[in-house]
């Protein structure tokens, strides 16, 4: 693939003027092959492993921001879900491999390592029941490890077994840390990708090779700068803009993932496009849906923006290589935007309407603050709720709560860092117990049957 000088100037432009980075690049380890009866030889071999392969991608990574002066925000690990390595260990091996993992990113200096977690959508085995169990514990005692769950999926439907059990995990999880942050180290999913390279939802697929490399690129502050010039132009033209947008960002973010694997030696796997808000001046994605004409987000309108935007990255995204996977698309995480943040505040964004924009967007239900005193099964509910909007569209789909310790609908909490501030949203009070605690399996749609 040969980069154009043109294309060189305008991703030094970008970088320059609108906080173009690469989000994240993301190496996807196999761990199947340190499987032990043994469990401190286990730990061994996974802790040599990950911190071998975490240096080598922290230095390959530093030499080629330094080559191409384009940052590398995160570097991070995804590794087998933990559930399939620890089937045949004692009880307390979920724990233990977590403390090892997040002992082995911080030794090889990488910023989160995903992976624990388990793929649950049609039953859950005694392995995987017991990494749930201790997901309060791992999340509370460790720094990096970020934890997932995929408990639906269009061709199995939705396990609300596990469903039941999330609402009261996440309220400890929330007591166990300030703020509730250790929630913000899960997500729970339906249809979730496994080349996926964002956390927390990160994990190396058994579909995978040994080695995975994959880059998240973002540029929310790109497209905010074109949307902003061409504020007359009809829908149509716009979009077009917002595409070629897109190619060039995409474009860049190949170049770095394909040298990058090609340093290390391992295979390239996907570039991820989606808009990823951060907490800096301009970085807003719910900035660029009021540029397109809302007056703030969450305002009638609001989704047929956010669908207009999505279907404009994902196109220019696919021109541009053809190695688009992970969730693709855009993110709109309350905390993580400031516009977002803002829109709560005033009233304009409420969680329903949120649920309405997850229909056309990447990810879901992202980075919101709800009530300490939410009772779990309403918790529970909100998450059965999303992830049937995955079930039934055939799309990935999650969810990431964070129930505020003494906090209630309108306060202010601040989670520091990337992690951002925000409003805590009302929820319901009507409740939903009785539904939720069926329990069962929610089957797969009509559509699921398409073989």
Do not use: W
């Not at 460790?142 to 609402?167: H, P």
């Not at 080349?195 to 995975?212: I, K, L, Q, R, T």
């Amino acid at each position: 693939m040969e980069i154009s000088l043109v294309e060189v100037m305008e991703t030094v432009h970008m970088t320059l003027y609108h906080n173009f980075d690469i989000r994240t690049v993301t190496l996807g380890i196999n761990l199947k092959d340190c499987i032990h009866s043994d469990l401190e030889v286990f730990k061994s071999k996974v802790y040599d492993k990950v911190t071998d392969q975490g240096k080598k991608l922290v230095l390959e990574a530093e030499k080629l921001e330094d080559k191409y002066g384009i940052p590398i925000i995160n570097k991070r690990i995804s590794v087998t879900p933990v559930a399939l390595i620890v089937e045949s260990c004692s009880c307390d091996a979920p724990l233990e491999i977590a403390k090892t993992l997040d002992r082995a990113a911080f030794d090889a200096g990488i910023d989160f390592i995903g992976g624990y977690g388990a793929l649950v959508q049609k039953g859950m085995t005694k392995a995987d029941e017991r990494l749930i169990d201790s997901l309060p514990e791992v999340l509370s005692e460790t720094e990096r490890v970020c934890a997932f769950l995929n408990v639906a999926s269009t061709v199995s439907g939705m396990n609300m077994d596990a469903v039941i059990r999330l609402g009261g995990i996440l309220k400890d999880i929330s007591c166990k840390t300030d703020n509730g942050i250790g929630c913000a180290k899960f997500a729970v999913f339906s249809n979730a990708p496994e080349d996926n390279p964002f956390m927390a939802g990160a994990f190396h697929g058994v579909g995978e090779p040994d080695f995975s490399l994959n880059i998240g690129i973002s540029g929310p502050g790109v497209v905010r700068s074109v949307v902003e010039k061409n504020r007359d132009c009809d829908l149509t033209a716009l979009s077009e803009v917002i595409k070629r947008t897109a190619f060039k960002i995409t474009r860049a973010g190949e170049l770095i993932g394909r040298e990058l694997s090609s340093n290390m030696n391992v295979p390239f796997g996907i570039v991820d496009v989606s808009l990823a808000s951060t907490t800096k001046v301009g970085d807003s994605v719910a900035r660029i849906v009021e540029l397109m004409g809302i007056e703030r987000m969450g305002a009638p309108g609001s989704t047929a923006a956010l669908a207009l935007l999505i279907d404009a990255v994902k196109k220019g995204g696919a021109m541009a290589s053809g190695n688009v996977g992970g969730l693709s698309g855009t993110f709109i995480p309350v905390s993580e935007d400031s516009c977002m943040s803002a829109a709560v505040k005033a009233g304009a964004l409420s969680i329903e309407k949120l649920e309405a924009l997850t229909a056309v967007c990447s990810v879901g239900l992202d980075m919101i603050a709800i009530p300490g005193d939410t009772p779990a099964e309403t918790i529970s509910a909100i998450i059965a709720d999303e992830l049937s909007i995955g079930v039934v569209n055939g799309k990935t789909t999650g969810v990431r709560l964070i129930p505020v310790p003494g906090k209630r609908a309108g306060d202010f909490v601040n989670f520091g860092g990337l992690l951002g501030e925000t409003y805590v949203m009302d929820i319901s009070t009507f409740s939903s117990r009785d539904f939720i605690l069926r329990g069962g399996r929610m089957p797969g749609p009509i559509t699921s049957m398409r073989n």
